[in-house]
């Protein structure tokens, strides 16, 4: 199933999809972290590959986190980024609601957030500790804020980060800056955010989450995720 696909789902698909239960087999719409805790702070277990199969053991009461496991891969993945295959279409998980919602609630025991010095540090370099613009597979979710489908973004051309960029950005390293939200390709950096230049017109860079990243410099939008 291509990218366009997944995103061309229409809302009254998604009202009318049929149900999840317990241990559902669902899918990474994106390349997707897989973190020890059900936050964004949380440490990285493992990456799932872009159309990744997942076992979706429960999820938050929002469907915010879920707890998955995909071979060796055990962890918590962002709900928003995980999809169920119903015939021909994608349905992302926090878009069912209802009966549809038959998924297993876990309550939330266990969380992780920035220490008090990595915000202080933060809040110096953007002003306050700000939120990621990330656009939801269906369309906004929540409090996540999207000003159009996901595939507007990217099924975009986006330039490829060179082999010296990627090098540049390790031999470069800056402060990390931490916002809420996961960290992946197609989601949007604030504007007031601040970005480095690169030795490759078009890209800039930064820290997000302890985690360096490729934005297109005109929109802000992640491009790649450098690992």
Same mark, same amino acid.
């Given at each position: 199933?291509?990218?366009? #696909? @997944?995103?061309?789902?229409? &809302?009254?698909?998604?009202?009318?999809?049929?149900?999840?239960?317990?241990?559902?087999?669902?899918?990474?719409?994106?390349?997707?972290? &897989?973190?020890?805790?059900?936050?964004?702070?949380?440490?990285?277990?493992?990456?799932?590959?872009? =159309?990744?199969?997942? #076992?979706? *053991?429960?999820?938050?009461?929002?469907?915010?986190?879920?707890?998955?496991?995909? =071979?060796?891969? @055990?962890?918590?993945?962002?709900?928003?980024?995980?999809?169920?295959?119903?015939? +021909?279409?994608?349905? %992302?998980?926090?878009?069912?609601? =209802? $009966?549809?919602?038959? !998924?297993? &609630? /876990?309550?939330?025991?266990? #969380?992780?957030?920035?220490?008090?010095? *990595?915000?202080?540090?933060?809040?110096?370099?953007?002003?306050?500790?700000?939120?990621?613009?990330?656009?939801?597979? =269906?369309? %906004?979710?929540?409090? /996540?804020?999207?000003?159009?489908?996901?595939?507007?973004?990217?099924?975009?051309?986006?330039?490829?980060?060179?082999?010296?960029? &990627?090098?540049?950005?390790?031999?470069? %390293?800056? $402060?990390?800056?931490?916002?809420?939200?996961?960290?992946?390709?197609?989601? !949007?950096?604030?504007?007031?955010?601040?970005?480095?230049?690169?030795?490759?017109?078009?890209?800039?860079?930064? +820290?997000?989450?302890?985690? %360096?990243?490729?934005? *297109?410099?005109?929109?802000?939008? /992640?491009?790649?995720?450098?690992?």
């Amino acid at each position: 199933m291509s990218m366009k #696909t @997944m995103i061309a789902v229409s &809302v009254g698909a998604l009202i009318a999809a049929a149900p999840v239960y317990a241990q559902t087999m669902a899918n990474a719409a994106t390349e997707l972290n &897989v973190r020890d805790v059900p936050s964004p702070f949380g440490e990285i277990a493992g990456v799932l590959e872009e =159309g990744a199969e997942v #076992t979706v *053991d429960g999820c938050l009461e929002d469907i915010s986190w879920c707890k998955i496991s995909s =071979g060796e891969v @055990m962890g918590w993945a962002s709900g928003q980024y995980l999809y169920v295959a119903e015939e +021909s279409e994608a349905v %992302p998980l926090v878009n069912l609601s =209802g $009966d549809a919602t038959e !998924i297993v &609630v /876990i309550q939330q025991t266990e #969380t992780t957030e920035p220490t008090e010095a *990595d915000q202080a540090a933060s809040a110096a370099v953007v002003g306050t500790v700000g939120a990621l613009t990330a656009f939801a597979f =269906g369309g %906004p979710v929540g409090a /996540i804020v999207a000003s159009g489908m996901a595939g507007s973004i990217l099924g975009s051309e986006l330039a490829d980060p060179t082999e010296e960029t &990627v090098t540049y950005i390790a031999e470069n %390293p800056v $402060d990390t800056v931490y916002l809420e939200g996961e960290v992946v390709r197609g989601a !949007i950096v604030p504007q007031e955010i601040t970005t480095y230049e690169v030795p490759q017109e078009g890209l800039r860079y930064l +820290s997000v989450n302890n985690l %360096p990243v490729l934005v *297109d410099a005109e929109t802000g939008t /992640i491009v790649r995720i450098v690992r």
